[in-house]
Every structure is written in C-alpha cells, then in structure tokens.
C-alpha cells in the first residue's frame, strides 16, 4: 500500500491503539505538517522552473542554468510599441517599461526571455550539423509556427532565414543579431531574413516547395547584415 505524503497519510499509519489519542494525535500532527509542506513545495519544482510554465525569477534561474540573462549589455532597438508604426502595432512592439532606457530595450521580457532560453538550450545540444540545427529549431519554435532555412555557403558564411508568420518586434530583433541562431565556431552569418509577407514561401528559382517557390507564389524576404 503506498501512504501519500500527507499529514492525513501518516496518521493513517497510527495503530488502533493510538489513533484514539486526541493530544498524541495532536502532537504528531505537530510534528508532521511541517515536513509534508516541504515534500509539496519540492513536488512543487518540477512545475515551477518547467520552461514553459515559469515565469519572473523562475525563469531568471533557468537562465542561471542554463548559462544565459535577460539582461542585455547591447539594446534592442526599434522594439517599442507605437500606434504610428504599422511593425510596433498591437501583438508585435514592446511596452516601455518604467525602467527601460529610451534607447532600446536591455530587460526581456518573459515571453522573449523564454525563446532566447530554449535558442541557448539547443545551442548547448547541438551537434554542429545543419540537419540537427533544423530537428532543434524545429522542436523548440514550431508551436509559434516558425520555420527555418539554412544555406551553407561552402565559404565559412552561412545565411539564416526565418519562415512562418511575421515575427514581433522583439523576437525580429533577437533574430537578426544573432540571439537565436545556432552557429558554428569560425563560421559567420552573412545575411538575415525573415518573410516579406507573412506565411508565403521565399521567392526562389530551381526549387519548389513551402518554404521556396517560383513566380506568382514566392516572394521577396526582408534581409539584414550578419554577424
């Protein structure tokens, strides 16, 4: 028979000739409840720093061990929201924190912070090989519907391109610097790019299929410098 860590599950364990004891019951429940507080709130850690559900100083020691911070030395700009700029809209730029500097944002927010931790988590399982680039991406972006394509340039150059929908100020911004590309060491990023129109296919000759196609289907992508 297996006793739940409880107080009511230990006293069930109370032989006959001791459960009818009010003070003994008493004190055991006494000595007992502090240590099914402790079992709760440790049954309690695999929920509390699960990626997906933490949130504030949780996801900070996540960060602790995984071996990245929220907080940025280089600002992301161009992040804020604004109603005057149709990429800083509702549901893609970022609020100005109270404490935020005007010049950019340099604390991220949980929902960036949570994908810059699952990019840092694959980096630190990747095998160095394009094909396991594309199985870690695609395991830890697809639920946000987000794609990936990867061109070797055979030069030590390697180009990044994001597919899916379009992506919101802070994640676009993480993405083209750098924050969430797996990159080997002594290769650069020649170039960035994300779709040019939300879900379409990248224009491309030669080759046909989601993420490229010909005329009439394919279009342009936005494209930024590499690092």
Do not use: C
């Amino acid at each position: 028979m297996t006793v739940p860590p409880t107080v009511e599950g230990w006293l069930s364990l109370v032989t006959s000739a001791h459960s009818d004891k009010p003070k003994f019951i008493a004190s055991l429940t006494a000595f007992l409840q502090p240590l099914a507080d402790n079992v709760e709130v440790l049954d309690s850690f695999s929920q509390a720093f699960d990626l997906d559900i933490a949130q504030g100083v949780q996801l900070d020691v996540i960060g602790q061990w995984v071996g990245v911070t929220r907080y940025l030395t280089t600002p992301l700009t161009g992040v804020y929201f604004s109603l005057d700029d149709p990429n800083l809209g509702l549901d893609q730029g970022s609020l100005q924190g109270p404490f935020d500097p005007v010049n950019g944002l340099t604390v991220l927010p949980d929902d960036a912070y949570q994908n810059l931790l699952r990019a840092r988590i694959a980096a630190n399982h990747w095998d160095g090989t394009i094909p396991n680039a594309y199985e870690i991406f695609a395991i830890v972006f697809q639920s946000r519907g987000f794609g990936l394509l990867i061109q070797d340039g055979q030069d030590m150059t390697m180009i990044y391109a994001l597919t899916g929908p379009q992506p919101d100020a802070v994640t676009l911004q993480l993405f083209i610097q750098g924050y969430l590309a797996l990159k080997p060491a002594g290769v650069t990023i020649s170039n960035f790019f994300t779709p040019g129109v939300p879900n379409a296919p990248y224009f491309g000759l030669d080759s046909e299929g989601t993420a490229i196609a010909g005329l009439d289907v394919g279009a342009f992508g936005n494209i930024y410098p590499g690092i």
